[in-house]
């Protein structure tokens, strides 16, 4: 085992192949990139150390960065304020089918080019993950997470964090939230099935499909607007709940929509489409057709 205690900026280069990083810092920032270079060694750069050192370890093909009290369990207590006075940026250069963990406590996370499996559990600073092709599991108390062009099996979880997936095309996506929007703008691989499970209890939900999307659908609202791009798709519902209903294409996958208060958007992607999902409640003319909002 070869250990550093890390109280300034410094660059280590580690010759011996990684098979894991895990990273825990509070405030600051944390990235982590994998590379192609099958023969480039793993690189950690550390820089705008504030207050207690970060210990560096390296084991078992197992690179950790974090402070000597911050643990992966029990790492929320840190929303208290005593304990964070303290910040770093720390840079991780990996291959690509290295496992990531990050824990970031107001820190910003960014998380690209991995294969092997990614979690990371943030609390108030925004994730990023891009052309990420493992399985992704993100858990945040109010910081957002961004997607792009992730094609691993995304779960997302987070109390008020927002949720923006763009050129998804993921097997699976399963996405929780109390209060979080929800903005999802997806492309199966290879024209596949659609498989997508949302929930919020406040947020609203927009989810952007294309025109040969494959998935049995199933939107609900008990009490925001709810709109609809597909003439084979059916708006109905009495009182105040509202619901999309139907079938896309063949009706292998699945996509079900559920908020309490919020409202739910399903918009028609076009087959060139580059940019971002609408808002909900805020497609553009061309998205929705006249007479589709309710």
């Not at 597909?230 to 908020?259: E, H, N, P, Y």
């Amino acid at each position: 085992m070869s250990q550093w205690t890390v109280s300034d900026s410094v660059r280590l280069t580690f010759d011996h192949p990684l098979a894991a990083v895990r990273v825990r810092v509070v405030n600051g920032a944390v990235n982590v990139i994998g590379t192609e270079d099958a023969g480039a060694p793993a690189r950690l750069e550390v820089s705008a150390v504030e207050g207690p050192p970060l210990v560096v370890t390296h084991e078992d093909r197992t690179l950790t960065v974090t402070y000597e009290d911050l643990h992966w369990k029990g790492f929320r207590s840190w929303l208290k304020p005593g304990g964070r006075q303290r910040s770093a940026v720390v840079t991780v250069t990996v291959p690509v089918g290295t496992d990531v963990q990050v824990a970031a406590v107001g820190a910003t996370a960014t998380v690209s080019g991995i294969r092997g499996r990614t979690e990371v559990r943030g609390v108030t600073g925004d994730t990023t993950l891009a052309r990420l092709s493992g399985p992704v599991r993100a858990e945040t108390v109010s910081g957002g997470l961004e997607a792009q062009a992730v094609t691993g099996d995304l779960r997302f979880t987070s109390v008020s964090g927002d949720l923006t997936v763009v050129d998804g095309s993921g097997a699976s996506l399963r996405a929780e939230s109390v209060s979080g929007d929800m903005l999802v703008d997806v492309e199966p691989a290879a024209g596949g099935p659609t498989d997508i499970q949302l929930v919020t209890v406040s947020g609203e939900v927009a989810i952007r499909l294309p025109q040969r999307a494959d998935a049995r659908v199933e939107a609900n609202t008990t009490s925001g607007a709810v709109s609809n791009a597909f003439d084979g798709l059916r708006v109905g519902g009495m009182w105040g709940a509202k619901q999309i209903t139907g079938t896309l294409g063949a009706g292998t996958g699945t996509l079900k929509a559920t908020t309490v208060s919020g409202a739910i958007a399903l918009l028609r992607r076009p087959e060139d489409a580059e940019a971002a999902p609408a808002p909900a409640g805020g497609a553009a003319p061309d998205d929705v057709p006249s007479g589709k909002v309710l």
